[in-house]
C-alpha cells in the first residue's frame, strides 16, 4: 500500500464527515485511513462505523484511552501498512489532488535521494466563505529541499506543513511517554529526525486546516504548562541540541526550559542538567524572562 492516512480524533465528531469526503474525492485510491479515537464521548465510534459501512474506502478504527494525540501516532504507526504516512488531524481537510501531487513531487527524486529525506511536506491555508488565506510567511520560493530546523530558523518558513514522512522513519523515532501527561510537541520527533534527514517542502495549498477555540494550537501556554515533563524534554533537547539557533531564540529557548523545570518537578529532571549546558552565562541572562515566563503561565487559564 502506498499511503497510509493517519487521524487523531477527540470528540470532532462534527467535523470529521467533512474530513471523510475529502478522502472519498482523492485522485489516488492507493490508500488506507487509520482514526485513533483518543477516548472521545461524543458518538465518534458510531460514525465512524457508518463510514466503515460505505464500504467505500479502507477505513481501520483503534480506540485507546485518553492519553493524547502523541500516543495515538505511536499506536497508528504501529498499525499502519502504507509506505508514506499522512498525519491529517480531524478538524482539517485535504484536496482532490493533494495525494497524486504529494507523490508526484516525491517520484521526481531518485530513490537514491529518497533515502536521505523524511517524505514531501506542502504548505496551508484557511478557508473563509470562498477565501483561501496562507497559514504562515510567504515562502521564498516554491520548492525548497531543507529539514525541519533550518526551514523555521534559517529560512524564516512559518506555518503548518502538511504532507507524508516515510513510515519507516515514523517506526524508528516514536514519539516518548510520560503516563502522567497527555501531550508531546510534534517538534520532540520532527527535530531528531532533522539532524539526519531532509525534506522536500512545496508552497503549494493542498490542505485546509481549522483552528478551534479548544484546539492544540490556540491553547499552547496552558498545554505546555499542564505538561511539564514533556515540556522539559522538549526545551532541553532545544538548549543542547549542536545547531546555531539565533541570538534571541536561544535566550527564548533557556527561558522556557527553565520554566517549565519550575513547573515539573519530576525526579528524573533537576536543576542539576543546568551542569550539562555548553553557555551557562546564556543560561542565567535568561533568567529575568523567565521569571516572567513563570508568573505569567501561573495565572494563566
Not at 33 to 43: A, E, F, L, M, Q
Not at 111 to 126: P, W
Not at 199 to 228: A, M, Q
Request: proline content about 3%.
Amino acid at each position: 500500500m502506498l499511503f497510509t492516512i493517519f487521524t487523531a480524533t477527540y470528540n470532532r465528531a462534527d467535523t470529521l464527515t467533512r474530513l471523510y469526503h475529502s478522502l472519498l474525492a482523492q485522485s489516488i485510491k492507493d490508500f488506507e485511513w487509520i482514526v485513533v479515537d483518543d477516548g472521545s464521548s461524543d458518538g465518534t465510534k458510531f460514525l465512524i462505523d457508518s463510514f466503515c459501512d460505505d464500504k467505500k474506502i479502507k477505513i481501520r478504527y483503534f480506540l485507546q484511552k485518553n492519553q493524547g494525540k502523541h500516543v495515538a501516532i505511536n499506536n497508528g504507526v504501529k498499525m499502519a501498512k502504507g509506505e508514506l504516512f499522512v498525519n491529517i488531524d480531524s478538524d482539517d481537510y485535504i484536496k482532490p489532488l493533494f495525494l497524486e501531487k504529494l507523490y508526484s513531487y516525491w517520484i521526481e527524486i531518485s530513490i537514491a535521494e529518497r533515502s536521505k529525506l523524511t517524505g514531501v511536506m506542502t504548505s496551508s491555508c484557511m478557508k473563509v466563505g470562498n477565501k483561501e488565506s496562507s497559514v504562515g510567511r510567504d515562502w521564498p520560493k516554491k520548492i525548497i529541499i531543507s529539514n525541519y530546523i533550518d526551514i523555521a530558523n534559517r529560512l524564516y518558513v512559518v506555518g503548518d506543513k502538511h504532507g507524508f514522512i516515510r513510515t519507516e522513519l515514523m517506526r524508528k523515532y516514536p514519539f516518548p511517554f510520560f503516563p502522567s501527561e497527555k501531550f508531546m510537541t510534534e517538534a520532540v520527533v520532527m527535530y531528531k529526525i532533522a539532524q539526519k534527514y531532509g525534506t522536500v517542502f512545496v508552497d503549494e495549498r493542498l490542505i485546509v486546516v481549522e483552528y478551534r477555540d479548544d484546539g492544540l494550537s490556540k491553547n499552547i501556554r496552558k498545554v505546555f504548562r499542564d505538561n511539564p515533563k514533556g515540556s522539559v524534554l522538549y526545551r532541553y533537547m532545544m538548549i543542547t541540541m549542536d545547531y546555531d539557533f539565533p541570538f534571541k531564540q536561544r535566550i527564548v529557548d533557556q527561558a522556557q526550559y527553565f520554566a517549565s523545570l519550575y513547573f515539573s518537578h519530576p525526579k528524573e529532571f533537576s536543576f542539576g542538567t543546568i551542569k550539562k549546558i555548553k553557555c551557562k552565562w546564556l543560561f542565567f541572562a535568561s533568567l529575568p524572562l523567565a521569571l516572567v515566563m513563570i508568573i505569567h503561565d501561573s495565572t494563566y487559564s
